[in-house]
């Protein structure tokens, strides 16, 4: 199977998941299942296969992570694969986990932040909120003074300082205005103009 969506081979994936008793949730070597392979070796077609690979296993663990504590969004973002990127946050995958280096998708160095804006115009739903000691805009660690706050768009763990703006989110169906980051509100209000 890793073989299969290493290649992009759509028929041979297909076949192996309806005709074949294969563990979908084996590791290879370096820690990565299917979906890792998926978003590491990315083809054209990879939100196909993500597809058929959800149309079989409709509950697959999309947050699982790697030797490296990459999530296949993160693999998918840090190579430019911005289709299964967005497949991926649509069937629910936590946009505010880091890995073992203390990069998100948030703080992975890119070319252009238009990635980014278009994966967070693109959530459909509320995400589910995240976890950290620590902020993941400024890094400051939270005490009892300084308390963790969620960005309710994205869903990452903020300081005060960094989740100040409040907006309401039509889209989620929150009417009233709620705790939103920066990045968020840009988005929000000025859509992948925010981008530029």
């Known amino acids: ?9 759509l028929d041979v994936v297909r076949r192996l998941l309806s005709e074949s008793d294969i563990d979908v949730f ?13 978003a590491s070796y990315s083809r ?16 697959f663990p999309l947050d699982v992570q790697d030797a490296q504590g990459n999530t296949a969004l993160l693999l998918a973002y840090k190579n430019g694969h911005g289709q299964l ?7 629910g ?6 890995n073992y280096d203390s990069f998100s998708i948030f703080t992975m160095p890119t070319a252009s932040k238009a990635l980014l804006v278009s994966i ?14 620590t902020c993941l805009e400024c890094g400051t660690k939270f005490t009892i003074t300084n308390r963790r706050h969620h960005c309710r ?13 409040e907006l309401p989110i039509m889209k989620f169906n929150l009417q ?9 509100t840009d988005v929000l209000t000025h859509g992948v103009m925010a981008a530029r």
């Open 153 to 165: 768009h994205c869903g990452r763990v903020l300081c005060k300082r960094c989740s100040l703006n």
């Open 26 to 38: 084996t590791l290879n070597n370096k820690g990565m299942n299917c979906l890792h392979v998926l």
């Open 85 to 91: 990127c967005r497949a991926l946050v649509a069937a």
């Open 176 to 184: 009233r205005p709620v705790r939103v980051c920066q990045l968020c």
């Open 93 to 98: 995958a936590n946009l505010s986990i880091c």
């Open 44 to 59: 054209e077609n990879a939100h196909l296969i993500f597809t058929i690979l959800l149309e079989f296993y409709p509950k």
């Open 1 to 9: 199977l890793h073989l299969a969506v290493q290649h992009g081979h």
């Open 120 to 133: 967070l115009d693109n959530i459909p739903r509320e995400p589910p909120w995240g976890e950290s000691e």
